[in-house]
């Protein structure tokens, strides 16, 4: 058994490498054919009307903000556990980063700060599906609605949602599903990353989705994403090609951020495959939860419930009663093992860009608590069973080992003292 465990490999077989090829003998490589097949066959996944292809799911969370026209003087809120992108996008767009620390022991944010941090210059929430897991998008919808008085249209597609907006931050939960619904068809906006890392890649890459709006044509909505990712221009590069349609008009001077047909092609490989892919995340998942999930000392994120089906992207793992050096010489000793880990997330106010913007972390301690003690394991479709065993026993004797070397310096500390 090869005991050298990568975190999270991008699993590329003969379909995408043959489908890359075939793009490439095919003379059209920027956004093109593929993109809008790739883009329709996201769109049937999720239940969705229609999906947009860009280059990040950071571009389709900035992208969906420009596109309901939030900017200076509004406030969007997200949560404090999370990677900067939820947040960023907030200020690339100019306007307010409110964030919201998690609820006690939970890697959500907390339902009942977010009813209370919504005023009226609040124009969307920003929520994330942390390690493929839905977040509670039953009371996140009824929050919103519940502050339906407070809200302040500021153009039509914001008067005709008539609420705070529900975006999701969906990098990691293509193909999880709430309550049956597809991820994609749950939330307002759905943001999903096809980064290298992920459950389906395209190298990097993105895609949003959204839920029709009452008044709005799909279409119109598509037309302005597709007009911000390339420039504010009129036609992209496909439609230039027709007949006697080279002429086009730049309506705004916008951003680029399209995805390429190279991409596409991995990413229609990857989709043909996807739920061979979903289902053997299940089994390693299905694998670490057997030793893992009945342990007092350890607690497990849960991907599987009568509410929700997760992606199955991250394992995470918290080491109870545990703090910040104990779990760092964790990862260390996996470290030396072969095992590659992570930690997700440092809370964005640990952060320096963030400190900068005056967020402290003491105003976030769920947020604290929740990092302080987090492992995130291998999880990855290349990982066997025999070597997720591997992984768990390796883990359990090094926090055995490291417990109770904690446990005899302890004593000649206090002696020392």
């Not at 495959?273 to 670490?288: D, F, G, P, V």
């Not at 608590?369 to 768990?392: A, G, H, R, W």
Request: charged content about 25%.
């Amino acid at each position: 058994m090869n005991k050298n465990i990568p975190f999270s490999p991008p699993d590329i077989t003969d379909v995408e490498i043959n489908n890359v090829v075939e793009v490439l003998k095919s003379g059209w490589i920027t956004t093109g054919p593929k993109t809008k097949e790739f883009e329709r066959k996201i769109a049937d996944y999720c239940n969705t009307n229609r999906a947009i292809c860009l280059n990040s799911a950071t571009a389709g969370m900035e992208m969906t903000l420009r596109t309901l026209g939030i900017g200076p003087g509004d406030e969007v809120i997200t949560c404090a556990y999370t990677y900067t992108a939820s947040a960023s996008v907030i200020h690339h767009v100019g306007a307010k980063i409110v964030l919201v620390d998690t609820a006690k022991d939970s890697y959500q944010m907390d339902y009942e700060q977010l009813r209370n941090a919504i005023t009226e210059k609040t124009k969307a929430v920003i929520c994330v599906d942390l390690g493929g897991v839905p977040c509670d998008y039953d009371t996140i919808f009824e929050v919103v609605n519940s502050k339906k008085e407070l809200f302040k249209a500021n153009n039509e597609l914001q008067k005709s949602i008539g609420r705070v907006v529900v975006i999701a931050d969906g990098a990691h939960s293509f193909g999880a599903s709430y309550k049956g619904q597809m991820s994609g068809s749950i939330a307002d906006f759905t943001s999903f990353s096809f980064h290298a890392v992920k459950n389906l890649t395209t190298a990097e890459g993105g895609a949003v989705t959204w839920r029709s709006i009452e008044g709005i044509d799909d279409e119109d909505i598509y037309k302005k994403y597709n007009c911000l990712s390339l420039h504010g221009q009129t036609k992209d590069a496909l439609a230039k090609t027709k007949i006697g349609s080279w002429e086009y008009d730049i309506i705004e001077p916008a951003y680029k951020c399209n995805m390429t047909d190279i991409m596409a092609a991995i990413g229609l490989g990857q989709l043909s495959r996807y739920e061979e892919l979903l289902n053997y995340r299940k089994q390693i998942i299905a694998r670490y939860n057997k030793e893992l999930m009945l342990r007092d000392d350890i607690h497990v994120l849960k991907h599987f419930t009568e509410k929700y089906t997760s992606s199955g992207h991250l394992y995470l793992i918290r080491l109870v009663g545990k703090d910040e050096v104990f779990r760092n010489e964790v990862i260390t000793k996996m470290a030396e093992a072969g095992i590659a880990t992570n930690v997700h997330y440092k809370p964005l106010p640990l952060l320096t860009a963030y400190k900068n913007l005056g967020f402290n972390i003491e105003d976030y301690p769920n947020a604290f608590d929740m990092y302080k003690n987090e492992i995130t394991l291998p999880l990855n479709t290349f990982i066997s069973l025999e070597q997720v065993d591997y992984v768990i026993n390796t883990l359990l004797d090094i926090i055995r080992e490291e417990t109770v070397e904690n446990d005899i310096k302890q004593p000649a500390e206090r002696f020392l003292a």
